[in-house]
């Protein structure tokens, strides 16, 4: 495998005088080139549907639209607003490594160590051994097939919607495995399933773990329109499962654009934001990486990313963020990656 880039990861501290968003977002201005992008992101054929985009520069939100509406099988279209809940898709993922942080910092659980799961335990299981750092990473070596296609062989449709939604954990934790733990990436929202369910075990499953969500991560950001989805058996669905505004979202990229701190308080470590940064994992696209539920390009920005082209891209060389809601088909998520390029290049 060629050699991973090395990036040095970087933090954009709250401009002086720039009031924190927990509120409410203070008011800029973008250039037009900026603009004109956004613009662009609801009239460009090539992305199909863009719901919404919020763009932030320097702790302000400079521009920002909204369009389409939501579709109903009970109910007429819902028209999407600055006020409108949006499903994350596998955003959900960042925010997942968001609550793991916080859980990581009070010593209620190790990276390190073997995960602890509790259909591993048998003496004669190699499963065992898998570690939460490998699990974060996509590198537990589980057999798992992600693909978004309607037939048997989709094990996250599988999980989500089919056999497994009751338990996704459950259903994650049966996958035997196919390579050995932390030598080979391999992108799961089961593995990430087999996470929030380590968080339910140190927080308790059910109500216990949707009042943590509620109250160390998303309260304290103002993210009081973020709803996270449990399964049957109490465990947040974070591989995929958050509802919440497209200017809540881009409050949770500001708490790792600003190294974990918000008003003041560091509410998240800042080395855990900085191991966001760093790459592991060589996605098969170019100048694609994985870190620990994280995507990056290797050249300093990162970005939380959920099907059907929702993404979420942190530039701290920018202080910048970018966020996109949508309905784009894989097969042009490449235009979507382009026109982000683009927001970037005229951000700077």
């Not at 798992?144 to 094990?155: G, K």
């Not at 049966?174 to 089961?190: D, E, K, V």
């Amino acid at each position: 495998m060629d050699a991973l880039p090395t990036v040095v990861p970087a933090i954009a501290p709250q401009p002086p005088g720039v009031e924190w968003p927990t509120t409410a977002w203070p008011a800029g201005r973008a250039s037009p080139a900026v603009r004109l992008l956004v613009d662009q992101a609801f009239e460009d054929d090539e992305l199909t549907e863009t719901y919404a985009v919020v763009v932030i520069q320097g702790g302000r939100l400079v521009a920002e639209r909204y369009g389409g509406a939501l579709p109903s099988f009970t109910a007429a279209p819902k028209p999407v607003t600055p006020a409108t809940p949006l499903l994350s898709w596998s955003m959900a993922k960042s925010m997942l490594h968001a609550a793991v942080g916080l859980l990581v910092a009070d010593g209620a659980l190790s990276l390190d160590v073997p995960a602890g799961i509790r259909e591993w335990q048998g003496d004669d299981d190699p499963r065992r051994a898998i570690t939460l750092r490998q699990l974060l990473q996509m590198r537990d070596g589980l057999q798992w097939n992600e693909d978004y296609v309607d037939d048997a062989v989709s094990d996250v449709i599988e999980m989500l919607f089919g056999a497994g939604q009751a338990d996704v954990a459950g259903y994650a934790a049966a996958r035997p495995l196919a390579s050995p733990p932390g030598t080979t990436f391999n992108y799961s929202s089961g593995t990430s399933n087999l996470v929030a369910r380590l968080l339910g075990d140190a927080v308790g499953a059910g109500e216990p773990t949707d009042a943590f969500l509620r109250e160390r991560l998303f309260g304290p950001l103002g993210m009081r329109d973020a709803v996270p989805g449990l399964d049957q058996a109490g465990t947040f669905v974070g591989s995929s499962f958050v509802h919440l505004t497209a200017r809540s979202m881009a409050r949770f990229a500001t708490l790792y654009l600003r190294g974990g701190r918000w008003e003041g308080r560091q509410l998240l470590p800042r080395t855990w934001v900085e191991e966001a940064q760093l790459p592991v994992s060589a996605d098969v696209d170019p100048a694609t990486y994985y870190s620990l539920h994280w995507w990056l390009d290797g050249a300093g920005a990162y970005w939380a990313s959920g099907y059907r082209g929702q993404r979420c891209v942190i530039a701290p060389h920018l202080d910048a963020v970018v966020v996109r809601f949508g309905e784009t088909p894989a097969e042009r998520y490449a235009a979507i990656r382009s026109w982000l390029d683009e927001v970037l290049a005229a951000l700077g």
